[in-house]
Every structure is written in C-alpha cells, then in structure tokens.
C-alpha cells in the first residue's frame, strides 16, 4: 500500500503550485511594464476644451482635454501600481499603503468632479484615515517587535494560532 504524500506526488504538487506562481508573476510583471504606456496615453486627447466626435460631445472645466487627461492620468497610473503594490505585498506592514493610496483617491475624486481647488483640501479627509491607520500599524510593529524580542518563541507560536475575535485583537494591542 502506498502513502497519499509519497514523493512523486509531493514533487508535482510543488511544481502545479511553481507554475500557478510563474503565470501569477507574469501577470503582475505585465501590469507593471505597461504602466508607461498607459501613462502616456495623455497625448492621444485633443487640444481642444471641445471634444467632438461621431458618438459624443464633450466639454471640460480645463483649458483642454490634453491637460484634463495629463492630470487625470498622473493620479491614476500612482493609484494602480499602489494598488498593485498593496495586493502583492506580503509584508507586515503593508497596510500602511492605504494611506497614499487613499490621497490619490481623493485627489483623483476631485479631478474627476472638476472642483478647482486640485490637490488642496484632500489633507482634510485623509487625516483621519491617518489617525487611524498610522497608530495601529505602529502597534502591530510593536508587538510583533517585542515578541520577536523574547527567548520564548514556542509561546509566541501558540499566541498567533489561538482563534480572537477581532475586538479581543484590538484590546491585546493596547496590552
């Protein structure tokens, strides 16, 4: 009788898991190579603030739709490799990236609604998102940073697999 986990199997589990990861990869590299392209996208819009064509007419608050979508796209191409950046990154701390990411949300928000005043009062709605997002990841930093800091690492094992709820994970921070 054989084993399920002989070596055979375990070898081409390993290598369906290395080729979903290759194609995973491929995809994220693709994404992030063609960001320039997208970028410069910009200089496909007229130079004109009247955009006409056979499906639509189109008018814009900018003196033209060149600089309309030079602006548009200097908030978009940051938001998506941030983006791209936040759901591939395995790190500890990578919900600190919503905090860029959510100002050039806001600063696109406000492009797109064509509210004159660009850049200058997305500080106001990012601070809170601040208060909130930059003390608990300092807190996850330090406890993670103390435990690591102990000899006693078999307890520290024991502690990440015991099932909290989330307001008990919120209270053992501020322990």
Not at 78 to 101: A, E, R
Not at 102 to 120: C, P, T, V
């Amino acid at each position: 009788m054989t084993k399920p986990n002989n070596k055979l199997t375990t070898h081409l589990n390993r290598r369906v898991k290395d080729s979903k990861s290759l194609v995973v990869g491929g995809v994220i590299v693709i994404l992030i190579a063609i960001s320039p392209i997208l970028f410069y996208s910009y200089k496909s819009f007229p130079n004109t603030q009247v955009w006409e064509t056979s499906f639509f007419t189109s008018k814009t608050g900018f003196p033209d739709w060149y600089a309309y979508a030079w602006y548009l796209t200097g908030k978009i191409i940051p938001l998506y490799l941030l983006l791209l950046w936040f759901f591939t990154c395995k790190h500890w701390w990578h919900w600190i990236i919503l905090v860029p990411i959510a100002m050039y949300s806001f600063q696109l928000w406000g492009l797109i609604n064509e509210n004159g005043g660009y850049d200058e009062v997305e500080l106001l709605y990012l601070f809170p998102l601040m208060m909130i997002l930059v003390p608990f990841v300092y807190l996850i930093r330090a406890k993670l940073f103390n435990q690591v800091r102990k000899t006693d690492l078999q307890s520290f094992e024991e502690e990440l697999t015991t099932k909290r709820s989330i307001w008990q994970q919120i209270k053992d921070l501020f322990r």
